[in-house]
């Protein structure tokens, strides 16, 4: 089985992918005039808008659904791989892609409000919606739906439940079936409650689980902080093949730290705009611009605190495609959270492999709390909002969330890699065809905001069709005021 997977990942994962996604990401980087520096300060001022209406979820909720989503066992076991088998290197290119991605992660998500839908007080959205409405093809935004419902229902929830799984078996000795049971009861209780039970559980547990992570990965950094120069000089001169040790290996360096980079900042998979799609904003660009900065806080804070804490403190091994190790730091260790618990452990000792478990448990827990979530709204968008069949998928997802966690994690992180591969494929070229709507949309908030107003979003004086929820709205306000 092992085998086949491993071919499928290779057509999926070929470097015509690696190719349009960079260039997709640049491409609206360059139209955008680079909103990700320029908006910077902005995203920060409606990231911060905490008031949630009774119809949908703050911008702010949403922006930490998506973090729940991005921040999860790619920041921890997704880093060390992208160092095990790229070299130091793979760091700038997933700095690189976090930079791009910015822009990218500003399209889809702005895309997900313009097209968003109303149910009961909920909204739903997402590439399914857009790439069925935006483009006119419905069979396109189907296409999208199934691949992601089967995806995120059964081939990624895997590796969370496989991380938490391994993380506790180093630090308590725990049986992996024990803690799989476990995880299961969890996430059932959640996902059996809905999206603003997911909502509120994200609003909790994500900024302890973040911040509590970055302040361990500061320590180690300053209790090292000779070291740090020549850790940044290492990742700079692997990315381009100037360190003779990972010279031969800068194709590798640029494959890992892209996948790596995509893997967890989800940038161009299309996840995101499910949850940029649940807020209630007065504007899409508002909700694209929150979510650009969760790409940010993903990868250039939270992944980059992992890459420093391993690097810093030489807790990794470089594998040699032709076969044995470039380098050999840490003997037999398997790629993956391993790395970080010995980078934990090795300044404070016996902290370490506990620590780095009870982060793998919290930033595996909500990533795939969001996963179910995403495939539910997808199974919704094929199916219906028919609660029988949203049940059944549930139970789905907590069947392959038991399976993951009992099998090889080189075996769950290939499956996996195949299903962010699919709808990576199927929604980056859905976004550069939905180009127009979303630049005339930036363009029409930033006019309004150089006017000195809050934005309010109006599609049918931009052009843009079968934005129906936001036609309706409007035509609601303008019955209110002539009414007055």
Known sequence: MEKVVELI?????????????????????????????????????????????KTGVSSYQALLMSIAGRVGIGNIAGVATAIGLGGPGAIFWMWLMAFIGMATSFVESTLGQIYKEKKGDEFRGGPAYYLSKGLGKKWYGSLFAITIAFAYGVLLTGVQSNGITASFSTAFNIEPII???????????????????????????????????????????????????????????????????????????????VKRGIYSNEAGQGTAPHAASSADVTHPAKQGLVQALGVFIDTIIVCSATAFMILITGKYNVENPNGGFLVNNIGDTEIGVGYTQLAVDSVFNGFGSIFVAIAVFFFAITTLLFIAY????????????????????????????????????????????????????INVIGIFLLRKPVLNTLKDYEQQRAMGIDPVFNPIKLGIKNATFWEERNSQIEKEKRSL
């Open 179 to 257: 803690t799989t049971v476990f995880i299961c009861i969890l996430v059932g209780i959640v996902i059996f409650g809905g999206v603003k039970r997911f909502a509120k559980f994200s609003e909790i547990v994500v900024p302890f689980m973040a911040l509590a992570y970055i302040l361990v990965a500061l320590l180690i950094v300053v209790m090292n902080i000779d070291k740090l120069p020549s850790i940044v000089a290492l990742i700079f001169s692997s990315a381009f093949g100037v360190e003779e040790t990972f010279g031969g290996i800068i194709g590798a360096a640029i494959a890992w730290g």
């Open 9 to 53: 990942n290779s057509i999926v994962w070929s470097n015509a992918l690696v190719i349009l996604i960079m260039a997709v990401g640049l491409f609206f980087s360059f139209k955008t005039k680079f909103l990700q520096i320029r908006h910077l300060k902005e995203m920060v001022k409606v990231m911060l808008d905490r008031n949630a209406s």
């Open 374 to 425: 995403v495939a539910e709204i997808n199974f919704v968008y094929i199916f219906g909002d028919n609660q029988i069949y949203k049940n059944i998928l549930r139970i789905i997802v907590i069947l392959s969330t038991f399976y993951g966690g009992i099998v090889s994690a080189n075996l769950i992180w290939a499956i996996a890699d195949i299903g962010v591969g699919l709808i990576t494929w």
